[in-house]
């Protein structure tokens, strides 16, 4: 079954309102969870990694202010694009390692489902 | 600037033919080099690589990572038109955590 869960998995909004999404793992803690984006026919690009306690850490050239990323527990990352705009429609996806430590590295990851986010 | 490339970026088959998916890259601090195959969401997790020239093997689909040549090849043999997906390669590095992706593949196995 699911480890990763995503929610929610499609959400169409209007130009200048902000969405959340919340990307949770369900049977094991995640001290770290990476978002990433995809446009069609495009691989996933990696946009920034989320740490349980502290800041995310961005990609270059994804805005910060406009990506606000969340990971408030061990289990819960949420990613808000706030005043989104037609061009922040895309798919989002989160991923998760299980594992909270150094040997952690090589596990793989575990991603959740997936947002399709439309802006209108 | 780290890359991981993969080629073709797209790929036309008849259902019976045996494909090899290919994934270069060039990173600092390699650690691991996973592939994964991605149909409608999320992508699932094929195989990972950390050794040179040892073969991973899963029913039809086999792996094996060439460190010196900094390549990795995905090959599926008797291809079924379920294998149609976009097949992903990702590269993690020693320094940090992240899982860098190649540009994919997407196969399409005819009938």
């Known amino acids: 079954g699911a480890v990763v869960s995503q929610h929610p998995s499609r959400v169409i909004c209007k130009s200048g309102t902000s969405v959340k999404i919340e990307c949770r793992s369900l049977d094991f803690q995640a001290t770290t969870m990476f978002w990433y984006r995809q446009f069609p026919k495009q691989s996933l690009m990696l946009m920034a990694t989320s740490n349980e306690g502290s800041k995310a850490t961005y990609e270059q050239g994804v805005e910060k202010d406009k990506f606000l990323i969340n990971h408030a527990s061990l289990t819960l990352s949420t990613l808000t694009v706030t005043s989104a705009h037609p061009e922040d429609s895309s798919f989002y996806i989160c991923?998760?390692?299980?594992?909270?430590?150094?040997?952690?590295?090589?596990?793989?990851?575990?991603f959740g489902n997936g947002t399709r986010l439309t802006v209108t | 600037e780290d890359k991981v490339v993969q080629s073709p970026l797209s790929l036309v088959v008849h259902e019976g033919d045996t494909v090899t998916l290919n994934c270069s890259y060039e990173?600092?601090?390699?650690?691991?080099l996973l592939w994964y195959k991605q149909e409608k969401k999320a992508p699932t997790f094929l195989f990972m690589l950390t050794s040179s020239g040892i073969e991973k093997k899963s029913g039809r689909l086999s792996s094996i990572l060439d460190k010196k040549e900094l390549f990795s090849i995905l090959n599926i043999t008797a291809t079924q038109t379920g294998d149609s997906a976009v097949y992903l390669c990702?590269?993690?590095?020693?320094?940090?955590?992240?899982?860098?992706f190649g540009t994919g593949t997407s196969l399409t196995v005819i009938p």
């Open positions: 991923s998760a390692r299980r594992g909270a430590f150094q040997s952690s590295y090589n596990s793989p990851l575990h």
């Open positions: 990702a590269v993690v590095k020693n320094t940090g955590n992240q899982f860098y």
């Open positions: 990173v600092t601090n390699f650690r691991s």
